[in-house]
């Protein structure tokens, strides 16, 4: 029975699809409601031909339906949207992996060699966060003004200098000066806003996938950079390893001379479909996101949960990456194999995104937020426990594939609930929450250590913390469109999906 009821669920859906179909759907956007109205109307003029629903049935909800020609490998040379994203890639890597994930190594050889202890550490990575109350919001401007590549441009050379300034820092003001204040505004510039806007700007239909593949970049560079840093710091020290980190970092934003701020630019349309742009304020794209304004989405509280979730990853991301090397050591393992783990993460990371983040073009990012959130707190619970090698990588697995999927996913879920014209703006804003919870939780973990001399309360809150962040993915639901799944159709196989499904009608 229960297959019998599934072929007749199947044949519905599919005479619902091929009705639709005759309808010669040419604009880009459709409603469930309209769509449902038009399958009604043409269904019910074919003789012979049984209608599935009518406009006032419940038990069907028809999915956005968008117009997109599939993806052909020559689509990387001919729409420069791929080319812009693998720039992004770039520079968003650099500045994740080559600032932030050095931290764990960086530490761990220069404490060992300074005056200065873990409490001057932990301020510097208090600093870095809280400065990005306004950073973030300045940064998104600055892109929403100038555009990405001045600003990019900008923060390759910045980070660059300030990297290896750092190595010769003599005292712990200077060291808190640069590391902490000038680098944390340098990288910036060139990090999560510049090129989360690129994808916004150039992609609609294939935003997920994009972003997924932009934000493997910091997994990547993580997984690169962490034991890169490791090594470098082991066998030339800490200070000549920053001044090898620094000219990398320069020779790296170069290509950043390439990026251009949205497809008009240079003559192309969003996804490299003719006709498809970024409407104004008001207006629906094409899956149906109307453009809001700023002060429309900070109004909306889902928006602000969001952002909490960001922070709490923030932190937790912090906490591990600038920390874990060191507790690590202190339950048996060893700083390389623990630097190591740090690098298994962010390339579990950077798997997870570029595998899974593509399902936020096909479903709602609601439900792709809850998946990663938790997958996040298992990987904590499991770090709990760690304390050999196999624990150790099964965290960096799942921890690692949440947050992987986590970030892209943030983006995405903005801009397919708020519209993404004024994406960087209300991204800048957001990330207060972001840098102050990121920047907290290093500061705050480095003074319960120095007090307690034990790093099991601030894991433990971390874990508390992430169990929140799931809580929080739930009750962020988004109204209307953004919880409805978007079906891609290529407009070339439509007329022939028609004629193979559609019965003709009856000969008199």
Excluded at 47 to 63: L, S
Excluded at 182 to 205: E, Y
Excluded at 260 to 268: A, E, F, I, Y
Aim: with cysteine; proline share 5%.
């Amino acid at each position: 029975m229960l297959a019998n009821t599934t072929t007749t669920a199947g044949r519905r859906f599919q005479r619902a699809a091929s009705s639709a179909a005759l309808i010669g759907r040419v604009h880009q956007q459709h409603s469930s409601a309209a769509l449902i109205a038009g399958v009604h109307r043409q269904c019910s003029a074919l003789p012979g031909q049984r209608c599935p629903f009518t406009p006032a049935d419940k038990r069907f909800v028809m999915p956005l339906v968008v117009q997109t020609p599939k993806f052909h490998p020559r689509d990387l040379i001919t729409f420069r949207g791929y080319q812009q994203g693998a720039i992004a890639w770039l520079q968003y890597g650099t500045a994740v992996g080559a600032v932030y994930f050095i931290a764990g190594p960086l530490f761990h050889g220069m404490l060992a060699d300074v005056t200065w202890g873990i409490g001057v550490t932990s301020i510097a990575l208090l600093i870095r966060g809280l400065l990005g109350i306004i950073v973030g919001p300045l940064t998104g401007w600055l892109v929403h003004r100038y555009g990405v590549r001045p600003v990019v441009m900008a923060g390759g050379a910045f980070t660059a200098g300030f990297t290896a300034l750092t190595g010769t820092t003599q005292n712990a003001f200077q060291f808190v000066l640069v590391f902490g204040v000038a680098l944390t505004v340098a990288d910036g510039l060139m990090g999560h806003i510049p090129a989360a806007t690129v994808v916004q700007n150039w992609f609609i239909s294939r935003r997920a996938v994009v972003m997924g593949l932009v934000n493997s970049g910091a997994g990547i560079g993580g997984l690169v950079f962490a034991p890169l840093m490791a090594v470098l710091v082991r066998d030339l020290g800490w200070r000549q390893a920053l001044f090898v980190l620094g000219g990398m970092i320069f020779v790296l934003a170069i290509p950043s001379m390439l990026l251009r701020n949205r497809p008009r630019d240079v003559g192309q349309w969003v996804d490299g479909v003719p006709g498809r742009v970024i409407p104004e304020h008001g207006d629906e794209d094409v899956i149906g996101t109307a453009q809001q304004r700023v002060n429309q989405i900070l109004r909306t509280p889902a928006f602000w949960m969001i952002f909490i979730i960001f922070g709490i990853e923030a932190w937790a991301l912090g906490v591990y990456a600038a920390y874990q090397v060191l507790y690590l050591e202190t339950v048996g393992i060893t700083a390389l194999e623990a630097s190591t783990a740090v690098g298994a993460a962010a390339g579990f990371a950077a798997v997870s995104g570029i595998v899974f983040s593509r399902l936020n073009d096909r479903i709602s990012p609601y439900y792709v937020l809850l998946a990663s959130t938790l997958s996040m707190t298992i990987g904590s619970v499991i770090f709990i426990t760690t304390t050999s090698t196999a624990p150790l990588y099964l965290y960096s697995l799942f921890f690692g594939a949440g947050y992987g999927l986590l970030v892209p996913t943030i983006p995405v879920a903005i801009s397919r609930y708020f519209g993404a014209l004024n994406f960087s703006k209300a991204f800048g804003v957001g990330q207060i929450i972001v840098s102050v919870l990121g920047g907290l939780g290093p500061y705050i973990t480095g003074q319960i250590v120095q007090q307690t001399g034990s790093y099991q309360i601030p894991i433990y809150l971390i874990t508390g913390m992430l169990v929140l962040s799931v809580a929080l993915a739930a009750l962020a639901r988004p109204r209307g469109k953004a919880l409805q799944s978007v079906v891609q159709v290529d407009p070339g196989e439509q007329t022939a999906v028609a004629a193979k499904h559609v019965p003709e009608p009856a000969s008199d």
